[in-house]
């Protein structure tokens, strides 16, 4: 069983930056993305950035520029540097697993993250 465990997330002045980091206690078998996803109070889970197995990264339109993801294989881990916080970044942030063949999904138990000043 893949547990994904985050850390990194605080409270954080408007401006600021932070750095989530998602580590997997074990590979999926097979290809697979990994994401960050952002879950407001009242508000749908929403993907901020995504690395496909392949490589390729996407961001959201409210954080491109300001954000970067990175992911590093051999480990199993992906970072968010986030950078630019604004109050509307205010969230609960998860990262997410999804293998390319079976769409098996795997989250972690999430992260706060509050921009406030």
């Known amino acids: 069983q893949v547990q994904l465990v985050e850390s990194g997330g605080g409270l954080v002045q408007p401006g600021g930056s932070l750095r989530l980091s998602c580590a997997a206690s074990?590979?999926?078998?097979?290809?697979?993305?990994m994401a960050w996803y952002r879950q407001a109070a009242g508000n749908e889970r929403e993907l901020v950035a995504e690395?496909?197995?392949?490589?390729?990264?996407k961001y959201a339109e409210s954080v491109k520029g300001r954000f970067i993801m990175s992911r590093d294989k051999a480990k199993n881990t992906a970072d968010l540097q986030m950078n630019n916080l604004k109050p509307e970044d205010t969230a609960v942030y998860y990262c997410?697993?999804?293998?390319?063949?079976?769409?098996?999904?795997?989250w972690g138990q999430g992260t706060q993250v509050t921009v406030s000043s």
């Open positions: 997410n697993i999804r293998t390319d063949f079976l769409k098996i999904d795997y």
């Open positions: 074990a590979r999926p078998f097979g290809p697979y993305a």
């Open positions: 690395i496909s197995s392949g490589g390729s990264t």
